[in-house]
C-alpha cells in the first residue's frame, strides 16, 4: 500500500456503508435513540432524509451498478458540517467531507458510529460494505485533464466504457471484492474538474470488530493503491507529499 500523505488531498467526500437485511424491530424510537446517542458525540445537527434513492453494488463479470429505493434515514452532522453518520433500519454510513483529515481521523469516526448504532439496531449480518471516496481533480486551459489523470480518455485501453468525457472499469478480486473506478466531468457551471469515483465493494462482511476492522483496512488499502495509479506524477506534485 502506498502510505503517502498529501498536504492538499482533492477528496471532497468519503463515506462507508454497510447494509443489512430489513430489520422489522427499527421504528421512530429507533431514530430518536440514535440522535440522542449521536448528540452525545458532538453530532447535534439531525436532518430526517426522506425516501430516495442509492446505487446497488452489483457482483460479477458484465454486471454494472443499478439505481434503487431507499427507505427514510436520520443524519446526524458535526457542527461544522464536515461529518455525519447516517441511520436507517437497512444501513448505516458514515461521511466525512472536505477538508479531509486523512485515513487516521476517518477511521475511528466509522467505528465509533457503528458502535452507537449497534447499540440500538443490533445487526446479526451484513449484505454488503462500501467504500467510496470522490476526488475532484481541477485544470485549466494551460493544464488539461491529462497532465493529472492517467486514468482518462484517450488514454485508457483496458477501459469497459468510454467516452470523450469520462471511463469506467472494474476489477473482481478472488474473494469476490470487487473495485470500481470512474471518471467524469464536473457538471457545475463554469467548473474545469474531473471527478475521479473509487468504489470498493465487499459482500457479506463479517461484523465482530476484529474483522470488521480488517476488511476496512483492506477496503481503504485498494482505494488508495486505485487512486495512486490513477494520477500522474504532476497531480502529486500540486498535492504536496508530507
Same mark, same amino acid.
Given at each position: 500500500?502506498?502510505?503517502?500523505?498529501?498536504?492538499?488531498?482533492?477528496?471532497?467526500?468519503?463515506?462507508?456503508?454497510?447494509?443489512?437485511?430489513?430489520?422489522?424491530?427499527?421504528?421512530?424510537?429507533?431514530?430518536i435513540?440514535?440522535?440522542?446517542?449521536?448528540?452525545?458525540?458532538?453530532?447535534?445537527?439531525?436532518?430526517?432524509?426522506?425516501?430516495?434513492?442509492?446505487?446497488?453494488?452489483?457482483?460479477?463479470?458484465?454486471?454494472?451498478?443499478?439505481?434503487?429505493?431507499?427507505?427514510?434515514? %436520520?443524519?446526524?452532522?458535526?457542527?461544522?458540517?464536515?461529518?455525519?453518520?447516517?441511520?436507517?433500519?437497512? =444501513?448505516?454510513?458514515? /461521511?466525512?467531507?472536505?477538508?479531509y483529515?486523512?485515513?487516521?481521523?476517518?477511521?475511528?469516526h466509522?467505528?465509533?458510529?457503528?458502535? =452507537?448504532?449497534?447499540?440500538?439496531?443490533?445487526?446479526?449480518?451484513?449484505?454488503?460494505?462500501?467504500? /467510496?471516496?470522490?476526488?475532484? %481533480?481541477?485544470f485549466?486551459?494551460?493544464?488539461?485533464?491529462?497532465?493529472?489523470?492517467v486514468?482518462?480518455?484517450?488514454?485508457?485501453?483496458?477501459?469497459?466504457?468510454?467516452?470523450?468525457?469520462?471511463?469506467?472499469?472494474?476489477?473482481?478480486?478472488?474473494?469476490?471484492?470487487? %473495485?470500481?473506478?470512474?471518471?467524469?466531468?464536473?457538471?457545475?457551471?463554469?467548473?474545469?474538474? %474531473?471527478?475521479?469515483?473509487?468504489?470498493?465493494?465487499?459482500?457479506?462482511?463479517?461484523?465482530?470488530?476484529?474483522?470488521?476492522?480488517?476488511?476496512?483496512?483492506?477496503?481503504?488499502?485498494?482505494?488508495?493503491?486505485?487512486?495512486e495509479?490513477?494520477?500522474?506524477?504532476?497531480?502529486?506534485?500540486?498535492m504536496?507529499?508530507?
Amino acid at each position: 500500500m502506498n502510505k503517502t500523505k498529501y498536504k492538499h488531498p482533492v477528496l471532497v467526500e468519503a463515506v462507508l456503508e454497510l447494509r443489512f437485511p430489513s430489520n422489522n424491530k427499527w421504528g421512530m424510537s429507533s431514530f430518536i435513540k440514535f440522535a440522542n446517542l449521536a448528540s452525545d458525540e458532538g453530532f447535534t445537527e439531525v436532518v430526517d432524509a426522506p425516501d430516495g434513492f442509492q446505487v446497488n453494488f452489483a457482483f460479477g463479470e458484465g454486471k454494472q451498478p443499478e439505481m434503487q429505493p431507499v427507505s427514510r434515514r %436520520i443524519q446526524t452532522w458535526n457542527k461544522e458540517k464536515t461529518r455525519l453518520w447516517q441511520a436507517s433500519p437497512e =444501513l448505516f454510513a458514515a /461521511n466525512v467531507r472536505e477538508p479531509y483529515q486523512g485515513w487516521e481521523k476517518f477511521r475511528p469516526h466509522i467505528l465509533k458510529g457503528f458502535e =452507537l448504532y449497534s447499540k440500538i439496531a443490533q445487526p446479526k449480518k451484513a449484505e454488503i460494505l462500501s467504500i /467510496n471516496y470522490v476526488n475532484k %481533480i481541477e485544470f485549466d486551459d494551460d493544464n488539461p485533464p491529462l497532465d493529472y489523470l492517467v486514468f482518462f480518455p484517450p488514454t485508457v485501453d483496458y477501459a469497459e466504457n468510454t467516452n470523450n468525457s469520462g471511463c469506467f472499469t472494474q476489477q473482481t478480486f478472488k474473494s469476490g471484492d470487487t %473495485i470500481t473506478v470512474s471518471t467524469g466531468r464536473d457538471l457545475t457551471p463554469n467548473a474545469m474538474a %474531473i471527478m475521479l469515483n473509487i468504489l470498493y465493494t465487499a459482500k457479506s462482511p463479517r461484523l465482530e470488530l476484529n474483522n470488521l476492522k480488517e476488511t476496512i483496512e483492506r477496503a481503504h488499502t485498494r482505494v488508495i493503491d486505485a487512486f495512486e495509479k490513477s494520477i500522474t506524477s504532476k497531480q502529486r506534485e500540486r498535492m504536496e507529499a508530507i
